[in-house]
């Protein structure tokens, strides 16, 4: 599975960016899609997840302001709202064919990270 994200850039505080992986090779079987980011000095954290029938879940810290999606063309996006400080981080597309729920630290299938920067 290869996996290719773009998105990422710098926005002020309150602003918006979409993030997309779009993923190849063997996603067949693949259940569990996700977003993690890692800012400077922190562990790798999930942002958000997605199931191939359509489920969802997000961190505390996110909920209500960024939102997962995917199309048929096997491609996840991370739409983020009201953007602050704290959302600086450098995010990874992930999927997990071992899991049917959530992508964990575990998976070796991780995007090239994109890094989002937000400015006050």
């Known amino acids: 599975v290869q996996l290719q994200a773009s998105g990422g850039g710098l926005v002020q505080t309150g602003g918006s960016l979409r993030l997309s992986c779009a993923a190849s090779?063997?996603?067949?079987?693949?259940?569990?899609w996700g977003w993690y980011r890692q800012a400077p000095g922190k562990e790798r954290e999930l942002v958000a997840g997605?199931?191939?029938?359509?489920?969802t879940n997000y961190a505390n810290s996110v909920k209500g302001r960024f939102t997962i999606s995917r199309d048929n063309t096997n491609t996840v996006y991370l739409q983020m709202n009201n953007l602050n400080a704290e959302d600086t981080a450098v995010y990874y597309c992930?999927?997990?064919?071992?899991?049917?729920?959530?992508?964990?630290?575990?998976?070796?299938?991780w995007g090239k990270g994109t890094l989002v920067t937000v400015s006050s």
């Open positions: 090779g063997s996603i067949f079987s693949i259940n569990a």
């Open positions: 992930a999927v997990d064919p071992a899991r049917k729920y959530v992508v964990t630290l575990t998976t070796p299938y």
């Open positions: 997605i199931t191939t029938g359509g489920s």
